[in-house]
T-cell receptor, first 117, second 112 residues
Framework: ETGVTQTPRHLVMGMTNKKSLKCEQH?????MYWYKQSAKKPLELMFV???????ENNSVPSRFSPECPNSSHLFLHLHTLQPEDSALYLC????????????????FGPGTRLTVL | DQQVKQNSPSLSVQEGRISILNCDYT??????FLWYKKYPAEGPTFLIS?????DKNEDGRFTVFLNKSAKHLSLHIVPSQPGDSAVYFC???????????FGAGTRLTVKP
């Protein structure tokens, strides 16, 4: 399998549930990202990991908890979400960090469509 | 604060004609810009980029123009093909920053 994969592709959860999103990259990249895309809104960067260390957290509520056990895997743990958290959650990876070496193109996974009831 | 704006949510073009997608930004510290294309049920894929030291970058049918004084960039696709129908996002990166800001996207439809 190549590229960036995300599971599950669709997830419906209640506000009291705990679930996790998984991202895996097969590109040998060192940086991984979580983005949120709400309907008709720009992509929002949530978290950035470089070499398994979190380097950015854009004021994301604590009900979203990322985990990066190694450079190939990234998780987003979800707990007591709100209906407004329903969105497409995209994972991306890059060789280095965007904004560092020019040309650190980010490669995106297909996303997880999350619905919170 | 939406620093990258794509004011046209949709654009329809006839096959073979030129498609022009526009993007405006507010932060003059952005120094690298990218365009991504997104098909339904897929993640965005990188299309073309431009550094702020340039005003034009061309790759086949795709050309990106940057007007720094106007804080405006555009993506030209010529000739447009039905397979180009997708949502196009522009993105901007601050120098030495990990934060890539995206516009809301423009849905391009190329009619046969």
């Amino acid at each position: 399998e190549t590229g960036v994969t995300q599971t599950p592709r669709h997830l419906v959860m209640g506000m009291t549930n705990k679930k996790s999103l998984k991202c895996e990259q097969h590109l040998g990249h060192n940086a991984m990202y979580w983005y949120k895309q709400s309907a008709k809104k720009p992509l929002e960067l949530m978290f950035v990991y470089s070499l398994e260390e979190r380097v950015e957290n854009n004021s994301v509520p604590s009900r979203f908890s990322p985990e990066c056990p190694n450079s190939s895997h990234l998780f987003l743990h979800l707990h007591t979400l709100q209906p407004e958290d329903s969105a497409l959650y995209l994972c991306a990876s890059s060789q280095g960090l965007a904004g560092g070496t020019r040309g650190d193109t980010q490669y995106f996974g297909p996303g997880t469509r999350l619905t919170v009831l | 604060d939406q620093q990258v704006k794509q004011n046209s949510p949709s654009l329809s073009v006839q096959e073979g004609r030129i498609s022009i997608l526009n993007c405006d930004y507010t932060n003059s510290m952005f120094d690298y810009f990218l365009w991504y294309k997104k098909y339904p049920a897929e993640g965005p894929t990188f299309l073309i980029s431009i550094s702020s030291i340039k005003d034009k970058n061309e790759d086949g049918r795709f050309t990106v123009f940057l007007n720094k004084s106007a804080k405006h960039l555009s993506l030209h696709i010529v000739p447009s093909q039905p397979g180009d129908s997708a949502v196009y996002f522009c993105a901007a990166v601050l120098y030495n920053n990990n934060d890539m800001r995206f516009g809301a996207g423009t849905r391009l439809t190329v009619k046969p």
